[in-house]
């Protein structure tokens, strides 16, 4: 009889964390600590550790197989409940998972099967189509999903800087497996009252924004915009993406977004010179017909362009816990690898999250789409013995995918 994939893991776990040391927390001791086993993400909290070396000998003696702090700082960290734990300040953290972006991707590697009439299919479907039952998802990522979080996290930075010269203080790294996570931890973010985090990501998610406020108001057959030289946050987004696009001459994007014909928009750009100054003088030229509609159209999907997706529940949540950056994610084997910014265009998740080796590992798989690690490519499988480099096998181990034979 093989080990099971449990005990496995766990070995492969331990000698990761014997054979380095986790200092990725600041200020740790004020941190609430929580873990989870095979299969499960959190199965406790309210841990603290006085030290990072203790924090270490308890991913040793323990090997959890996930292990997740807290943004926030807290008098008495282990206590329970909340209240007693005396709030301090927090951190404040902004996740991007490709599971919350559509990309074309999805079409290849998830999958779904009804539970109630066993119809099946490729994609992420929530509902069965036949019967409208729930479904039960495979989910996998690949790099074009994780490429899209990743531009939505420089997206967040740019904004962070650009428009809240936030620049002290951020860390990012790999969830570990479908994204990426923000941490802020400067003096002036971890003091941010709750009503400031939640109009902060207003801001950044242009919730309840209108035009109308940013001076994009349409009056006597013209629509008004704010003069560059006055234009700031949205309505400078706004003003700057649409000077872009009017630049570039992209009559196709143009009709799309302005919900107009092609045909249309090509003779109106070819007043161009007069549009650019128009907007200048902070008015956008009247198209011949329909205007304010094409205006409108126009700016408000600039506006869902240049927005940020952010999960409002958890970006407001003071309370949860997150991965601790540089440990182990216990469903993909992957480390939640910590990096710099100057890295983070470059950074290969699915290449540098890889810890273990290549030293070949028999398994059995279930069934796979293909996947790529390490730039490798792997699968698709169905029901097959083979042989896997360590950290591929690993990975479908982990995800419950394969057992060892
Ligand atoms: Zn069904
Ligand atoms: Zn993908």
Redesign the pocket.
């Known amino acids: 009889m093989k080990e099971s994939n449990e005990i496995f893991l766990k070995k492969k776990f331990r000698s990761y964390y014997k054979s380095g040391f986790i200092d990725s927390v600041p200020e740790l001791e004020k941190r609430e600590f929580g873990y989870g086993v095979f299969g499960k993400k959190i199965i406790a909290r309210h841990l603290s550790f006085s030290t990072a070396k203790e924090f270490n000998s308890f991913l040793r003696e323990d090997t959890p197989f996930f292990v997740s702090y807290s943004p926030a700082f807290y008098e008495f960290p282990d206590k329970r409940p909340m209240e007693r734990k005396i709030y301090l300040k927090s951190d404040l953290i902004y996740e991007f998972d490709a599971d919350d972006l559509k990309t074309d991707c999805k079409q290849k590697h998830d999958s779904w099967k009804?539970k109630?009439?066993?119809?099946k299919g490729k994609g992420l479907v929530e509902k069965?189509p036949?019967?409208?039952?729930n479904t039960e998802t495979e989910e996998w990522v690949c790099e074009e999903c994780l490429n899209e979080t990743k531009k939505q996290s420089l997206k967040l930075i740019n904004f962070l800087e650009k428009d809240f010269s936030f620049s002290e203080g951020i860390s990012v790294n790999f969830s570990g497996a479908k994204g990426f996570h923000i941490h802020l931890r400067s003096e002036e973010i971890q003091n941010l009252s709750a009503a400031a985090r939640i109009e902060l990501l207003d801001y950044l998610t242009a919730n309840d924004l209108e035009l109308k406020k940013l001076g994009f108001v349409y009056s006597k057959n013209k629509m008004l915009c704010p003069k560059e030289s006055e234009a700031f946050g949205w309505s400078k987004k706004v003003l700057f993406s649409l000077k872009e696009l009017i630049e570039k001459e992209d009559a196709e994007k143009i009709s799309a977004l302005g919900n107009s014909r092609t045909s249309v928009i090509k003779k109106f750009l070819e007043k161009k010179e007069l549009i650019l100054k128009g907007m200048k003088n902070g008015f956008l030229f009247p198209k011949p017909s329909a205007s304010e509609k094409f205006w409108t159209s126009l700016l408000s999907a600039l506006v869902e362009k240049e927005k940020l997706f952010l999960d409002r529940q958890t970006s407001m949540d003071l309370a949860k816990i997150i991965r601790v950056p540089d440990s182990i994610h216990g469903s993909t084997g992957l480390q939640a690898k910590s990096f710099s910014m100057e890295e983070f265009k470059n950074f290969k998740p699915l290449e540098q999250g890889i810890i273990f080796s290549n030293n070949p590992l028999r398994v059995f798989i279930k069934s796979t789409p293909k996947f790529s690690l390490k730039g490798e490519n792997f699968g698709p499988f169905n029901l097959e013995e083979t042989e896997l480099p360590e950290f591929a096998a690993v990975y479908l181990l982990a995800r419950n995918s394969a057992k060892l034979v």
């Open positions: 009804c109630e009439c066993k119809s069965c036949s019967c409208g039952s």
